[in-house]
């Protein structure tokens, strides 16, 4: 089993940044294709980005790309997500997430994922 921790949320003006950072448990951590989802109050669970198990390969919503960066390091069980350039409609929860399978067909889709962690609230006021 793989336990998610995420940190690193809080209140920023628009323009500013944070990293996020998601702590994961587990020997087979490496194995796992790891994301980032956010959710919105009233709003479904939407993907933001994802990195492949060696960090090798990154995907990004087209709202994020250019703005947030997804990367990893194994020899700390650690992923993270840079958000520079945060707007308003960055608000939400976070998420980070972890897929066994992994690949790059299905990485968007929620369902896929095998864990959750707690999440962190990321404010952005305008």
């Known amino acids: 089993q793989v336990q998610l921790v995420e940190s690193g949320g809080g209140l920023v003006q628009a323009g500013g940044s944070l990293r996020l950072s998601c702590e994961g448990s587990g020997r087979t951590f490496t194995n796992y294709q790891m994301a980032w989802f956010r959710q919105a109050p009233g709003k479904e669970r939407e993907f933001a980005a994802a990195?492949?198990?060696?960090?090798?390969?990154?995907y990004y919503e087209d709202s994020v790309k250019g703005r947030f960066t997804v990367s990893r390091d194994n020899a700390k069980n650690t992923v993270y997500l840079q958000m520079n350039s945060l707007k308003p409609e960055d608000t939400a929860v976070y998420y980070c997430?972890?897929?066994?399978?992994?690949?790059?067909?299905?990485?968007?889709?929620?369902?896929?994922?095998?864990?959750w962690g707690q999440g962190t609230q990321v404010t952005v006021s305008s």
């Open positions: 990195v492949s198990s060696s960090g090798g390969t990154t």
């Open positions: 997430a972890a897929d066994r399978i992994g690949g790059s067909k299905w990485y968007r889709l929620a369902s896929r994922y095998d864990y």
